[in-house]
Nanobody, 125 residues
Framework: QVQLVESGGGLVQAGGSLRLSCAAS????????MGWFRQAPGKEREIVAGISRGVNSYYADSVKGRLNISRDNAKNTVYLQMNSLKPEDTAVYYC???????????????????WGQGTQVTVSS
């Protein structure tokens, strides 16, 4: 049984930082590209950042320069370091996994096979 469990969300003031973690189990983590998505109330789920099985990454324009995605295959964990947070970053953040080739970064939510339950990030102004 595949499980993705996010942690690290919370309430932070604008300009602050958070580090989200997503621990994966029940799959061969190194064979999966990973993604972080977010969904704000009344809005569609959107890609925030993605990482290949290796080190290739993708960032949405709205977060470039502020967020960093990384993974530790030995710990079966993907991270999202979030700096200079803005109120518009407020959303539920989800991690997702898709089995893919070594260099591929996936950004389409429909491509992903497994999803976590989400963690709330709230940025106050």
């Amino acid at each position: 049984q595949v499980q993705l469990v996010e942690s690290g969300g919370g309430l932070v003031q604008a300009g602050g930082s958070l580090r989200l973690s997503c621990a994966a189990s029940g799959l061969t983590f190194s064979s999966y590209a990973m993604g972080w998505f977010r969904q704000a109330p009344g809005k569609e789920r959107e890609i925030v950042a993605g990482i290949s099985r290796g080190v290739n990454s993708y960032y949405a324009d709205s977060v470039k320069g502020r967020l960093n995605i990384s993974r530790d295959n030995a710990k079966n964990t993907v991270y999202l370091q979030m700096n200079s947070l803005k109120p518009e970053d407020t959303a539920v953040y989800y991690c997702a996994a898709v089995r893919t080739s070594a260099t591929a970064v996936r950004t389409n939510a429909y491509a992903f096979d497994y999803w976590g339950q989400g963690t709330q990030v709230t940025v106050s102004s």
